[in-house]
């Protein structure tokens, strides 16, 4: 949804403000906060980081098949991959769903070069003291290849009600998510931490071993709503999002809500990278075709006015069909290259 009002409201939901619009329901899965905020921006920051390009996985498909791919896509070239963590198929519940963090455990020890993660895990499935030893545990296993997704979670998981784990209101969820992810970078960063919160706490607890990667592993935060960005502004090392090509002017929109956000707290906005899965809803219900694959030019066309923008993070999704492999291959090989070279320059 697009909300239109006067500067004033817009300046008012800025970093996390009350806002006197409407906010509206949008079904994006994969653990984003169901509201959108559409701010009149400048365009983000010319960012640090080099241009990466990544696979976003489903991962319903049998272990041996699903580690064919991903040593495939590492073969290729792609720098990260990661996959939704959730207990079900979000439109297909009663089809194979394999748990996330179980099957990073596996890859890291089958590949080499690649970075892994999950895109995202909901806070609700797990302890964040937990969910940090556990990321620290495949942070080890991967020799330092690990970067660990956040996502506050969405409403509609049938999860929920399949597990009894409570559906918070989005309100709860966001204020949640704030204390799990200061307890998670708490415990990444240092070697004892004490957190009292409303909804968390831990108590003299000791990270041991520490992670590979210094001063902590990486942390991906999808946000969409003002709130959200603001802690992925505080706290992210990548804030990450999703949708559609045609959603351009949006994002360059929040882009620039999340620079104000960053210098707001003193953090210059290029140390905080921008990443972009562009998701078809259409494509993955019906596991179709992806446009983007229909031919090198699509490809650029599609990707390059991100990247311009400030994205530095490309995620695509695995193709459904094996009619597109071979573009696919052809992209990988040829024009990720030729992209890398021209923007990392």
């Given at each position: 949804?697009?909300?239109?009002?006067?500067?004033?409201?817009?300046?008012?939901?800025?970093?996390?403000?009350?806002?006197?619009?409407?906010t509206y329901e949008r079904?994006?899965?994969?653990?984003?906060?169901?509201?959108?905020?559409?701010?009149?921006?400048?365009?983000?920051?010319?960012?640090?980081?080099?241009?990466?390009?990544?696979?976003?996985?489903?991962?319903?498909?049998?272990?041996?098949?699903?580690?064919?791919?991903?040593?495939?896509?590492?073969?290729?070239?792609?720098?990260?991959?990661?996959?939704?963590?959730?207990?079900?198929?979000?439109?297909?519940?009663?089809?194979?769903?394999?748990?996330?963090?179980?099957?990073?455990?596996?890859?890291?020890?089958?590949?080499?070069?690649?970075?892994?993660?999950?895109?995202?895990?909901?806070?609700?499935?797990?302890n964040p003291a937990f969910?940090?030893?556990?990321?620290?545990?495949?942070?080890?296993?991967?020799?330092?290849?690990?970067?660990?997704?956040?996502?506050?979670?969405?409403?509609?998981?049938?999860?929920y009600e399949m597990t009894?784990?409570?559906?918070?209101?989005?309100?709860?969820?966001?204020?949640?998510?704030?204390?799990?992810?200061?307890?998670?970078?708490?415990?990444?960063?240092?070697?004892?931490?004490?957190?009292?919160?409303?909804?968390?706490?831990?108590?003299?607890?000791?990270?041991?071993?520490?992670?590979?990667?210094?001063?902590?592993?990486?942390?991906?935060?999808?946000?969409?709503?003002?709130?959200?960005?603001?802690?992925?502004?505080?706290?992210?090392?990548?804030?990450?999002?999703?949708?559609?090509?045609?959603?351009?002017?949006?994002?360059?929109?929040?882009?620039?809500?999340?620079?104000?956000?960053?210098?707001?707290?003193?953090?210059?906005?290029?140390?905080?990278?921008?990443?972009?899965?562009?998701?078809?809803?259409?494509?993955?219900?019906?596991?179709?075709?992806?446009?983007?694959?229909?031919?090198?030019?699509?490809?650029?066309?599609?990707?390059?006015?991100?990247?311009?923008?400030?994205?530095?993070?490309?995620?695509?999704?695995?193709?459904?069909?094996?009619?597109?492999?071979?573009?696919?291959?052809?992209?990988?090989?040829?024009?990720?290259?030729?992209?890398?070279?021209?923007?990392?320059?």
């Amino acid at each position: 949804m697009v909300f239109s009002g006067a500067l004033a409201c817009a300046r008012a939901a800025r970093c996390g403000g009350a806002s006197p619009l409407k906010t509206y329901e949008r079904s994006y899965p994969y653990s984003f906060l169901n509201f959108h905020l559409i701010l009149n921006c400048e365009n983000t920051v010319k960012q640090s980081h080099g241009l990466r390009f990544g696979i976003a996985f489903v991962p319903d498909v049998p272990w041996d098949e699903f580690l064919r791919r991903f040593l495939y896509i590492e073969e290729l070239g792609f720098d990260i991959a990661g996959l939704g963590d959730h207990f079900a198929h979000f439109w297909f519940p009663s089809q194979p769903w394999f748990e996330a963090w179980t099957i990073l455990s596996a890859l890291a020890t089958q590949t080499s070069k690649i970075r892994i993660g999950t895109l995202v895990t909901p806070i609700a499935w797990r302890n964040p003291a937990f969910l940090a030893k556990q990321a620290v545990m495949v942070d080890h296993i991967s020799h330092g290849r690990l970067e660990l997704g956040l996502g506050a979670g969405v409403g509609w998981d049938p999860g929920y009600e399949m597990t009894g784990i409570p559906n918070w209101g989005p309100r709860e969820r966001v204020a949640r998510f704030r204390e799990y992810v200061e307890i998670v970078d708490q415990l990444l960063s240092n070697e004892v931490t004490n957190y009292e919160g409303r909804y968390y706490r831990v108590k003299e607890a000791v990270m041991s071993p520490r992670p590979v990667q210094k001063p902590r592993l990486p942390i991906t935060i999808a946000a969409t709503g003002p709130r959200m960005l603001k802690l992925a502004a505080r706290f992210a090392d990548t804030w990450t999002t999703l949708g559609p090509a045609e959603r351009l002017e949006e994002i360059r929109s929040r882009n620039g809500l999340v620079d104000e956000c960053c210098r707001e707290i003193g953090r210059d906005p290029r140390t905080l990278r921008r990443s972009y899965w562009f998701m078809y809803m259409d494509a993955e219900k019906e596991k179709g075709l992806f446009d983007y694959y229909d031919s090198e030019d699509a490809f650029r066309e599609m990707v390059r006015p991100y990247i311009n923008m400030g994205v530095s993070e490309v995620l695509l999704s695995y193709p459904y069909r094996d009619e597109q492999l071979p573009m696919f291959e052809k992209i990988a090989k040829e024009v990720i290259p030729e992209l890398k070279a021209e923007y990392n320059n």
